[in-house]
Nanobody
Framework: QVQVVESGGDLVQPGGSLRLSCSAS????????VGWFRQAPGKEREGVAC????????YYKGSLKGRFTISRDSAKNTAYLEMKSLNFNDTGVYSC????????????????????WGQGTQVTVSS
């Protein structure tokens, strides 16, 4: 049984940084693509970043590249999302997904390449 658990969400001031963690059991994150998504109040879920299994190729929502970095630690079977220069528009519930395809592919932002999702962690950017 695959379980995905996010952590690290917090209240942060504009300009601040956060690192979110995605811990998984029942699946090896080195093999499968791992995606981070977020959903702001009243808005649809959007894909933030994805890292492919095996080759580790990274993909980002265009406007976030340079501020957000996705990575993974094989020894801990954990993926991370480093976020810097946070602003009000980054507020939302951030979720991690994996256990589907080994590669992010061209449609990862739709979410269909992932089989298991976590419950999410709240990120609030506020002064």
């Amino acid at each position: 049984q695959v379980q995905v658990v996010e952590s690290g969400g917090d209240l942060v001031q504009p300009g601040g940084s956060l690192r979110l963690s995605c811990s998984a059991s029942g699946v090896t994150l080195d093999v499968y693509a791992v995606g981070w998504f977020r959903q702001a109040p009243g808005k649809e879920r959007e894909g933030v970043a994805c890292i492919s299994g095996l080759d580790g190729r990274q993909y980002y929502k265009g406007s976030l590249k340079g501020r957000f970095t996705i990575s993974r630690d094989s020894a801990k079977n954990t993926a991370y999302l480093e976020m810097k220069s946070l602003n009000f528009n980054d507020t939302g519930v951030y979720s991690c997904a994996t256990a589907g395809s080994t590669r992010c592919g061209k449609t990862w932002q739709l979410g269909s390449v992932f089989g298991s999702w976590g419950q999410g962690t709240q990120v609030t950017v506020s002064s």
